[in-house]
Structure formats: structure tokens, C-alpha cells
T-cell receptor, first 113, second 116 residues
Framework: ELKVEQNPLFLSMQEGKNYTIYCNYSTTSDRLYWYRQDPGKSLESLFVLLSNGAVKQEGRLMASLDTKARLSTLHITAAVHDLSATYFCAVDFDVNRDDKIIFGKGTRLHILP | DTGVSQNPRHKITKRGQNVTFRCDPISEHNRLYWYRQTLGQGPEFLTYFQNEAQLEKSRLLSDRFSAERPKGSFSTLEIQRTEQGDSAMYLC??????????????FGPGTRLTVT
């Protein structure tokens, strides 16, 4: 079964702190995406990770991919209130030469001022 | 604006009515996806097209749902005999699949359906 699990599902943290969101998936893939969604809005692409060991950074967010462990992390450094949103990882599984994209349930991040 | 667009943005309908949503993808993207998202959940895959061909349909897509992409450009998603359980945000996304490994999807703003 193709599964993508995120944890935690909800995170409340103080401004200035660091934290990591985890995304585990059930079977081999080397294509993983992170998205941000604000309440009532659509999804905004944050990172595309396409190989084992890939690391990408944008501002206070850094994403990495370990395909052997089937794990991606989204690290938040010195959080600010503007980063409050729901973050989704999505994994692109190659099934019978076709790709099937499965989303995690999302991590709802609330940053307290 | 060259992003993915969806119309309408909001739709309120009575149970039993039919509704149709439209998605215009980014012009050079040949893949188009439909997802459904309910409150507190991630997007759930419904179906996708490569050009005009519908390549996969989720089991979530009951026989009341139909999607088309007649000329490989815009797509429509129709729900017949709507039920309250159909209330959700319907998201459309497009991606290029010509060359290269990235199938990054670009999402539209969504159509929020409320069935009363």
C-alpha cells in the first residue's frame, strides 16, 4: 500500500525556536515535494527533492530527502509568525511505469508571537 | 496571469443538482490533475489527464463524477446528483511531463463546493 505519513500533525511553537517536520513513506521513491497551504487557499510549492541526499533551503525553511530511509524532513529555523500554515509533503511513486502522487495529511504549524 | 485558473471559485448547490467546474492549466503543461480536499486533510487524488487522455481514475471517483479534457487544454469536472458528502475544495493542478525528472505540480486556487 502506498502511504505517506507526516508527523507531527499539529505543532504549536514559539517564535525564534527551531523545529523539524517529518515525512515518511512506504515504498521506493526519489521524488518528493513540499507544499504550503494557508487557510482557505490553494497549495504553494516550496521544494522539489529529486534524489537521495537532496537538500534545499529557502529562507528559514530547509528540506532534505533520504531515499534509503524513505524519509524527508522540513526544518524550520528561528520560526516567525508568518510561517504559520499547513505544510504537506507529497511523494511521487512510480507504479507500473506511471507516477502516482500521494499527499500526507499535513502538519498544521502555529507559531506564537 | 499564466498560472492555473479554476472557475467558479465558490459554488453552493442543493442536493441532487448537477455541477460543473472548469480548470485552465498552464499552457505548456500536458498533465492535468484533479484532487478533492476536505477540511483537515491532504488533497486526495481523483483523476489525471495526459493531453486529452484520461490515464487514471481513483476509486473515489464514483459514477456520478466525470471529467473531460477534450482538446488537451482546459478540463471540466462534473458531479451529477450532488450529495452533502461531495462538499469539499476541488483542486486542479498541472505539470509538465516532457523531459526531465520533475513532475512538480502547480495548483490552481480551487473551487469550494457546498452542497446544502
Amino acid at each position: 500500500e502506498l502511504k505517506v505519513e507526516q508527523n507531527p500533525l499539529f505543532l504549536s511553537m514559539q517564535e525564534g525556536k527551531n523545529y523539524t517536520i517529518y515525512c515518511n513513506y512506504s515504498t521506493t521513491s526519489d521524488r518528493l515535494y513540499w507544499y504550503r497551504q494557508d487557510p482557505g487557499k490553494s497549495l504553494e510549492s516550496l521544494f522539489v527533492l529529486l534524489s537521495n541526499g537532496a537538500v534545499k533551503q529557502e529562507g528559514r525553511l530547509m528540506a532534505s530527502l533520504d531515499t534509503k530511509a524513505r524519509l524527508s524532513t522540513l526544518h524550520i529555523t528561528a520560526a516567525v509568525h508568518d510561517l504559520s500554515a499547513t505544510y504537506f509533503c507529497a511523494v511521487d511513486f512510480d507504479v507500473n511505469r506511471d507516477d502516482k502522487i500521494i499527499f500526507g495529511k499535513g502538519t498544521r504549524l502555529h507559531i506564537l508571537p | 496571469d499564466t498560472g492555473v485558473s479554476q472557475n467558479p471559485r465558490h459554488k453552493i448547490t442543493k442536493r441532487g443538482q448537477n455541477v460543473t467546474f472548469r480548470c485552465d492549466p498552464i499552457s505548456e503543461h500536458n498533465r492535468l490533475y484533479w484532487y478533492r480536499q476536505t477540511l483537515g486533510q491532504g488533497p486526495e487524488f481523483l483523476t489525471y489527464f495526459q493531453n486529452e487522455a484520461q490515464l487514471e481514475k481513483s476509486r473515489l471517483l464514483s459514477d456520478r463524477f466525470s471529467a473531460e479534457r477534450p482538446k488537451g487544454s482546459f478540463s471540466t469536472l462534473e458531479i451529477q446528483r450532488t450529495e452533502q458528502g461531495d462538499s469539499a475544495m476541488y483542486l486542479c493542478a498541472s505539470s509538465p511531463r516532457v523531459a526531465g525528472p520533475s513532475y512538480e505540480q502547480y495548483f490552481g486556487p480551487g473551487t469550494r463546493l457546498t452542497v446544502t
